[in-house]
């Protein structure tokens, strides 16, 4: 398997359209933020299962492919899910072909089950949400910076592992360039990663949009935030307690 190679220069052109959007402080509380999340969300993976199913509802919300889902999509899946939240714990390695497993399964089990990963060790285990790589539309973070992005192919688990090799790489770029420093090395990349997509996602809108659109989306730090779903984890009971 080929290793993903970053475009040093597409991940500056990004993130020097980024820069007047995003403050030193403004990084700073993202990345406390997260570090408070995952320590938090860290120690509640080792509670009873008893527990877990009874924070079920909580953390599905936490996470922004469940955040809206109804109650009853989510209830049928319950086994499904206590059993991914234990496999996290003792080989988050393993949770993709897990999913693979479950056929047919929606299309956000993907994203909330390999956020735990992402939440017990977020340098090793990325978190595959849809804006850092969907394989439908070719399209995400990833996909933009990426040398190649025909090499973002393959079956699930193995495409997992080409995701964990670019996001890897694309930490070793953003160190070699000394871009975001604000941010701790266990987060900067899902910053620059998740302020990547935000930039795309204006240039988008402003090609297919009118002015009258534009002006009524949210501003980009919050569309950052939305992506890294740190809201949803202010607003949760875990945040408050």
């Known amino acids: 398997m080929n290793a993903l190679v970053i475009d040093a220069e597409a991940v500056k052109e ?15 509380q993202w990345d406390s933020q997260m570090m408070d999340r995952h320590q938090r ?65 929606p299309g956000w089990l993907l994203e909330w089950a390999t956020f735990w990963g992402f939440v017990t060790n977020p340098i090793q285990w990325p978190w595959w949400s849809r804006w850092l790589y969907t394989p439908k539309s070719r399209t995400g973070s990833l996909a933009l910076v990426v040398m190649d992005p025909d ?34 090395e266990t987060y900067r990349g899902w910053i620059g990663l998740a302020a990547t997509y935000a930039v795309y996602m ?10 009258e659109f534009t002006q009524v989306m949210p501003p980009f730090p919050n569309v950052v935030q939305s992506l890294l779903g740190i809201h949803r984890w202010e607003g949760s009971v875990f945040a408050k307690g």
């Open 14 to 28: 990004f993130l020097d359209k980024a820069d007047q959007f995003l403050t030193s402080e403004m990084m700073h």
């Open 41 to 105: 969300l860290s120690a509640l993976l080792a509670a009873p299962s008893d527990k877990l199913q009874q924070s079920l509802p909580d953390l599905c919300r936490l996470v922004p492919s469940t955040a809206r889902l109804k109650d009853d999509d989510l209830r049928v899946w319950i086994p499904q899910l206590l059993d991914i939240l234990r496999l996290t714990m003792e080989d988050p390695g393993q949770v993709v072909s897990y999913v693979q497993t479950q056929d047919p399964y």
């Open 151 to 184: 090499q973002l192919g393959g079956e699930e688990p193995e495409l997992y592992r080409k995701l964990t090799m670019g996001v890897t790489f694309y930490r070793s770029v953003l160190d070699s360039n000394r871009r975001l420093h604000e941010v701790s």
């Open 202 to 211: 204006f240039t988008m809108a402003s090609w297919r949009l009118t002015n």
